[in-house]
């Protein structure tokens, strides 16, 4: 396995792979990594000759400094993760390899509806920030694939639209959430819960499965009301929002039309970390 700094180091790496006709899986993180990340890894492995992972904590899609400063490191654990996967290259840039002095972005990137609802609407400028890294390591690293988690639902859906509007030539593969025995989503923010808080975030899920019984018999505002008592139940836990959603568009639905995938999607703050999840209705 091959632990890459800069992109002058991988280019004769991709290279030689791209000549002997080899397909690179890639898979980008900012690293703290779990089994959620993993399973990203194995399908690439198993799916791709060649398996390219990148840990970069991107600083462009923090709209809160704070959470940037306290966003768990830990790139020799996460090394040894990855070699157990059988990763074949790590890419861990610095700051400056990705956004080098004199760096432009190329342009605004206006993902319309898709960034103005839920994460869009609670983080502004966040989905921005990834489409531009993401841009960024696909262009370095121009993967065949390129492997995303659920869990983040709406980035998926943004880097798909992504994909489609600026014609990258890979092919953007969504991979289901992994989850812990309690149900919480895996997640490197999980790692920054007291132990009370952890312990409170599995009521997170609970309400989404509970969502996803009850919708059917039900109207949708009253389920909601449901889910929402469910995880504040204590006081300790705050929903930010909790939506269903057309799962392709994210177009916010109040009723559903009988003919569209839905997706329950919600925030939750948990003391001061915000946590995230969903599922498919
Ligand atoms: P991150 O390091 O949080 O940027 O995540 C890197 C990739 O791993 C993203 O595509 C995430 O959606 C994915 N991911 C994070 N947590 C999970 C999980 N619990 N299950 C599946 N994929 C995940």
């Given at each position: 396995m091959?632990?890459?700094?800069?992109?002058?180091?991988?280019?004769?790496?991709?290279?030689?792979?791209?000549?002997?006709?080899?397909?690179?899986?890639?898979?980008?993180?900012?690293?703290?990594?779990?089994?959620?990340?993993?399973s990203l890894v194995e399908k690439a492995k198993k799916e791709n000759q060649k398996v390219v992972v990148s840990i970069f904590v991107n600083p462009t899609?923090?709209?809160?400094?704070?959470?940037?400063?306290?966003?768990?490191?830990?790139?020799?654990?996460?090394?040894?993760?990855?070699?157990?996967?059988?990763?074949?290259?790590?890419?861990?840039?610095?700051?400056?390899e990705i956004y080098p002095p004199g760096y432009q972005k190329a342009e605004e990137f206006n993902f319309g509806n898709l960034e103005k609802v839920m994460e869009g609407k609670f983080r502004p400028g966040h989905f921005k920030g990834v489409a531009e890294v993401v841009s960024r390591l696909f262009e370095i690293v121009t993967p065949h694939r390129a492997y995303f988690g659920e869990k983040d639902f709406q980035q998926l859906?943004?880097?798909?639209?992504?994909?489609?509007?600026?014609n990258f030539p890979v092919e953007i593969i969504g991979c289901p959430t992994i989850r812990e025995a309690d149900g919480l989503a895996m997640s490197s923010r999980n790692l920054l819960l007291s132990a009370e808080m952890r312990k409170e975030a599995a009521k997170i899920s609970k309400a989404l499965?509970?969502?996803?019984?009850?919708?059917?018999?039900?109207?949708l505002a009253e389920v909601k009301k449901e889910a929402i008592s469910m995880i504040e139940s204590s006081g300790k836990l705050r929903v930010e929002y909790i939506e269903v959603a057309d799962a392709k568009t994210l177009e916010l639905l109040d009723v559903w039309n009988g003919s569209i995938t839905q997706r329950c999607l919600t925030a939750v703050q948990a003391g001061n970390i915000r946590l995230i999840d969903n599922v498919q209705l």
């Amino acid at each position: 396995m091959d632990i890459i700094e800069k992109i002058a180091d991988l280019q004769p790496i991709l290279k030689d792979f791209l000549d002997r006709g080899l397909k690179i899986g890639f898979v980008p993180t900012m690293g703290a990594l779990h089994q959620g990340h993993i399973s990203l890894v194995e399908k690439a492995k198993k799916e791709n000759q060649k398996v390219v992972v990148s840990i970069f904590v991107n600083p462009t899609q923090f709209n809160n400094p704070d959470d940037l400063k306290k966003y768990p490191r830990m790139p020799e654990t996460d090394f040894k993760l990855l070699e157990r996967a059988e990763t074949d290259v790590i890419f861990f840039p610095d700051e400056n390899e990705i956004y080098p002095p004199g760096y432009q972005k190329a342009e605004e990137f206006n993902f319309g509806n898709l960034e103005k609802v839920m994460e869009g609407k609670f983080r502004p400028g966040h989905f921005k920030g990834v489409a531009e890294v993401v841009s960024r390591l696909f262009e370095i690293v121009t993967p065949h694939r390129a492997y995303f988690g659920e869990k983040d639902f709406q980035q998926l859906a943004v880097i798909r639209e992504l994909v489609r509007t600026k014609n990258f030539p890979v092919e953007i593969i969504g991979c289901p959430t992994i989850r812990e025995a309690d149900g919480l989503a895996m997640s490197s923010r999980n790692l920054l819960l007291s132990a009370e808080m952890r312990k409170e975030a599995a009521k997170i899920s609970k309400a989404l499965f509970h969502f996803r019984e009850q919708w059917k018999s039900k109207p949708l505002a009253e389920v909601k009301k449901e889910a929402i008592s469910m995880i504040e139940s204590s006081g300790k836990l705050r929903v930010e929002y909790i939506e269903v959603a057309d799962a392709k568009t994210l177009e916010l639905l109040d009723v559903w039309n009988g003919s569209i995938t839905q997706r329950c999607l919600t925030a939750v703050q948990a003391g001061n970390i915000r946590l995230i999840d969903n599922v498919q209705l």
